[in-house]
């Protein structure tokens, strides 16, 4: 794996056609009724609208977000007869994606009425939207760093900076109150704001718990906990946003290699490529590079890339988790570029 900090002209290039290959597979799979075979499952479409919108795959884009608006949307939800597969791909953060897609593609009623819907739901103890909405699964709505940082994103692209900020309170406060050598790290709280317990088998389940050092860890939540924080920190300037970052990489380090080198490692280089844009400190575009080689590298090419291990090969992956992981990706190979150009290529 290369740790090298030097964005040459040849990787720059390497990166740029990973992104397109990917966004030129997934818009050839989308027609007038959105993804062709998948038209009724939510997860092959909620990140495709604001991707491929950002990927320069506009009619794409905009085929999905109609779909998506016929099928799912009922108000501020795009919930509609929707059965959720998990706490991520259901309520908040699925809402989240597509007020950001809509803004983008200039639907600003839909947006709004998304949005109004995450600053309603945000419990006033608590200061975060629940993952799941009531009418959403059967399972108990809690709260976690993943839905807060979607609702943080979605919220300052709108332009709604009181409320992006009052959620990233809840998420500086979420891991200022985990110990840097902290055994397991976790990113939920429970509805009275006690944070899961590692002594919990179902809360210390990797889905909702890391534990630094061991492999088969999920590492998303951090990398979009980066993202969020560097954001917020241009907003008001406080540097309490990057102390909090920073114990984020404390348990990083911690971490085995394979956190730059498994699938889960996409926001974690979209994260810090926007930690380095923020800082100029090297090791954060250290991190985002090899993530960015990671993924050119597994990328399959066709320009899917697969979920392993839960999928032997992109002929065993289905084709809405092949939409859902290829659109995402696209996106964070073309943001780590831009985030580093910021503060210039490293």
């Known amino acids: 794996m290369s740790m090298s900090v030097a964005l040459t002209l040849e990787r720059r290039a390497a990166i740029a056609a990973a992104a397109e290959r990917g966004a030129r ?3 050839e799979r989308i027609g007038e009724h959105g993804v062709e075979g998948c038209e009724d499952s939510l997860p092959a479409h909620y990140k495709a609208p604001f991707c491929l919108a950002r990927a320069g795959q506009a009619d794409a884009a905009a085929r999905t977000m109609r779909h998506v608006l016929a099928r799912f949307r009922e108000g501020g939800d795009f919930h509609r007869d929707v059965a959720v597969r998990a706490p991520w791909t259901g309520g908040t953060y699925a ?31 608590i200061g975060a939207p629940p993952n799941l909405l009531p009418r959403v699964g059967e399972a108990a709505p809690f ?7 979607r609702a943080i994103e979605s919220l300052l692209d709108g332009g709604r900076l009181d ?8 998420l500086k406060r979420l891991y200022d109150r ?6 397991h790290v976790t990113w939920c709280v429970d509805a009275r704001d006690r944070l899961f317990s590692p002594d919990d088998p179902a809360q210390r389940a990797p889905a909702f718990m890391l534990e630094p050092g ?5 590492y998303w939540f951090l990398g979009f906990a980066l993202r969020v924080l560097a954001r917020l920190h241009r907003i008001d300037g406080d540097a309490g946003w990057l102390d909090t970052a920073q114990r984020v990489r404390g348990w990083l380090e911690r971490c085995h290699p394979e956190r730059l080198a498994c699938i889960s490692n996409a926001k974690l280089g979209w994260g810090a490529a926007e930690m380095y844009a923020v800082t100029g400190h090297a090791h954060w575009a250290r991190d985002a590079l090899a993530v960015a080689d990671w993924l050119v590298r597994e990328q399959s090419p066709s320009g899917v890339w697969v979920r392993r291990p839960q999928y032997a090969d992109e002929a065993a992956q289905p084709l809405e988790v092949s939409m859902d992981t290829t659109v995402e990706r696209t996106l964070y190979l073309r943001e780590i570029l831009r985030a580093l150009a910021l503060r210039g290529a490293p």
Request: glycine share 14%; aromatic share 4%.
């Open 25 to 27: 597979w997934a818009a």
């Open 95 to 125: 809402n989240g994606w597509l007020a950001s897609g809509a803004g983008l593609l200039g639907l600003d009623e839909a947006r709004r009425d998304a949005l109004d819907l995450i600053e309603r739901s945000v419990d006033p103890a």
């Open 143 to 149: 709260h976690d760093g993943g839905t807060a940082a």
């Open 163 to 170: 409320a992006a900020l009052r959620i990233g309170r809840f």
């Open 178 to 183: 985990q110990s840097p050598d902290a055994a």
């Open 214 to 218: 061991r492999t088969g860890q999920v």
